[in-house]
């Protein structure tokens, strides 16, 4: 019994110290903290007065920084929306606009120097001059209105952008000369005696444009790398005597989503240009001498690509004449009711040209009755060199001859199908006048008086 009493202070001791050292010691962290910052918004920017170490977990992100955590648009390297008001990308310099006040719009693009953007609320302005400022109008065409007296133009560009205003009256809507860089976009030009003068520049963007009404359409002269894209030329009048784009000593030129209707000198003109685009387009129901559709001349690379020409009429070349145009290819357009009143080529009329028409539909052209109708070609009339593959020749009509199609002094190659054509004189399917013509892949059926002549 001494024994026990003389250990039990010792034995006690120990259990002491061992629960001494239990509380001691920390638990291991149930991870490696580090500093977050709390994302309301979820756009991988945090709120920088948020920061704590703590462990990760959704809601939480190393990054902070972020200009409205509770925006997830609005963030560090977000995309800069011009003229809403607010800093998007979060960066102090990256809101450098002038709004404009009253009808003082020369004043702000004056002040905000080159590079800056203008915002421009809704109303009625008088001529700018813009020397590589962004001019937005907030409220769009429909609500900002650059209103121009008949002798004066409505905006001067050297360089900038000039987004959402309509254009009214003036003796030219827009002109640039030696510009580099100029972007146009959502604008609506009506009134004008010549709605834009384009000289001496290089790339030179017009989107989302009406040019409406006007006496004469865009005249761009010694132009390079230009786009046109979803650009409506309706009713230019012969008054102006030019088309409703006219192209000379152009080069590298995309037209794609283009509408041309109802313009009286004609729609697309190219004059020694080259390289020349024209994609998923329609010319429709106008008119000209030579070419409605386009007119082409000493020119070359010309690219025609799932476009319609519907209702064009003229003398020759109803919707197409092309002369002296080399490595021309019109790939599946639709040449449909067009005519020629008076000489050849319903549809087409080529002179000296080089011509490779594919996978095309070639339907209900016309050579109306004329003093030189012999000639014909309903649909299309060459007198150069001309390869046709897999098109679709059906119902064309020449007072003349070749009800589809006629070729004079040529050479010329046909893979396709020439169906129920007419022709008042010689050959319904196909006419040939001197020159090497080859059709042993084509099948003709129902042509009138005869299939080939």
Not at 22 to 44: F, I, M, S, V
Not at 95 to 108: N, T
Not at 232 to 243: D, N
Not at 342 to 371: C, M, P
Request: charged share 20%; aromatic share 6%; with cysteine.
């Amino acid at each position: 019994m001494y024994r026990s009493l003389l250990l039990s202070p010792i034995l006690l001791l120990a259990a002491c110290k061992t629960v001494a050292n239990d509380e001691a010691t920390p638990e291991e962290p149930a991870c490696d903290a580090q500093l977050l910052y709390a994302d309301a918004d979820g756009d991988g920017f945090g709120d920088p007065a948020s920061g704590a170490q703590r462990c990760e977990a959704a809601g939480l992100t190393p990054f902070a920084d972020d200009c409205d955590d509770g925006d997830e648009t609005r963030f560090p390297g977000a995309e800069e929306i011009l003229c809403n008001g607010q800093v998007d990308n979060c960066s102090i310099e990256a809101e450098s606009e002038v709004y404009a006040e009253g009808r003082a719009l020369q004043s702000a693009i004056d002040r905000v120097g080159v590079g800056g953007t203008v915002c421009v609320p809704a109303g009625d302005y008088d001529e700018v001059r813009v020397s590589g400022q962004d001019v937005i109008a907030i409220a769009g065409r429909d609500e900002t209105i650059i209103s121009v007296r008949r002798s004066a133009t409505g905006v001067t560009m050297t360089g900038g952008t000039l987004t959402g205003f309509s254009i009214e009256g003036g003796a030219v809507g827009v002109t640039m000369t030696g510009s580099d860089g100029v972007e146009l976009s959502n604008l609506r030009i009506s009134g004008a005696v010549q709605a834009m003068e384009i000289q001496t520049s290089r790339r030179v963007s017009i989107l989302d444009t009406t040019i409406a009404d006007t006496d004469g359409g865009i005249e761009m002269t010694t132009v390079q790398e230009v786009t046109l894209r979803d650009v409506s030329f309706q009713r230019a009048s012969a008054t102006g005597g030019t088309p409703a784009l006219q192209l000379t000593d152009a080069e590298d030129v995309s037209g794609e989503a283009l509408s041309f209707e109802g313009n009286e000198a004609g729609a697309l003109s190219m004059l020694g240009s080259r390289d020349v685009e024209v994609l998923s387009s329609e010319f429709s129901d106008n008119r000209a001498e030579l070419g409605a559709a386009i007119y082409a001349e000493n020119s070359a690379g010309v690219y025609v690509f799932n476009s319609t020409f519907e209702g064009n009429s003229a003398r020759s070349g109803g919707a197409i004449a092309l002369l002296t145009v080399t490595d021309v290819e019109l790939n599946s357009v639709r040449l449909l009711d067009n005519e020629a009143t008076a000489f050849a080529g319903g549809g087409l009329f080529a002179y000296n040209s080089s011509v490779y028409v594919l996978l095309s539909t070639i339907s209900d052209n016309r050579v109306s009755a004329g003093a030189l109708g012999a000639w014909g070609g309903g649909a299309l009339f060459w007198a150069g060199e001309v390869q046709g593959v897999a098109n679709s020749w059906l119902n064309n009509s020449s007072a003349g001859n070749g009800g589809a199609a006629a070729v004079m002094d040529c050479t010329a190659s046909f893979e396709d199908n020439f169906e129920e054509n007419t022709a008042g004189l010689d050959g319904g399917g196909l006419y040939r006048n001197g020159g090497v013509v080859t059709y042993s892949g084509s099948a003709f059926w129902a042509n009138t008086p005869q299939d080939v002549f």
